[in-house]
């Protein structure tokens, strides 16, 4: 039986090269909708947070990939001379993202993400006006699943990192038994998340 020191120290080198770290920010978000009129309603942005815990591991270089797990708020705010909307979902949603952190200083990483995530939705009420109803209720007002593309950039000083990104949606999340423009201008519409979020964390590891 012979002992390969050249594997030890690569694996060994692997494992110090892993992290995971615990992430917590703000979001403003929104919706973007389709519809089949030129006429589409004006959304405000809505303020929300997102908390909770990423993994990385190298691939090659500085390139890792990076699977991480939050619970993340999002919605949207409408109002006009009669009528007011707000929009509150909330989401665990699960990002898995490709890494680049090279060093730019002794103590000092760049991070550069980008990839899909999928996101359920574990709760969430719309308010029209005066009423206000569970949108996963029986009627099912959004669609519980959802998915897109994410994107962000940051720094890793030490174990602390701060940074900023934007998550993409692509799919409808607009129910068959819910169309928010038709409620609002009249119109059949598709309906897509959007968020711009900043951040901070810690990693330990």
């Not at 990839?115 to 519980?144: S, T």
Request: proline share 2%.
């Amino acid at each position: 039986m012979s002992f390969d020191c050249r594997r030890c120290f690569f694996e060994l080198k692997a494992q110090e090269e892993m992290y995971w770290g615990l992430r917590g920010g703000l979001n403003l978000s929104n919706i973007h909708e389709k519809t089949d009129v030129d006429v589409t309603a004006d959304w405000e942005n809505r303020a929300g947070f997102r908390l909770g815990m990423v993994i990385g591991a190298p691939l090659k270089g500085k390139l890792y990939i990076e699977p991480g797990i939050y619970f993340t708020t999002l919605g949207m705010k409408y109002k006009d001379d009669k009528d007011e909307m707000k929009l509150n979902i909330n989401y665990l949603q699960i990002p898995i993202l490709l890494t680049f952190r090279p060093h730019i200083g002794e103590n000092t990483r760049l991070h550069l993400s980008a990839g899909p995530y999928v996101a359920c939705g574990v709760g969430g009420k719309m308010k029209f006006n005066k009423v206000k109803v569970d949108i996963f209720g029986d009627d099912e007002l959004v669609k519980r699943f959802d998915g897109g593309i994410s994107f962000s950039g940051g720094f890793s000083i030490k174990r602390f990192y701060i940074g900023m990104g934007y998550d993409l949606g692509l799919v409808n999340i607009e129910s068959k038994s819910s169309d928010s423009a038709a409620v609002v201008v009249g119109a059949s519409s598709e309906t897509y998340n959007r968020n711009f979020w900043v951040g901070i964390g810690i990693n330990l590891q």
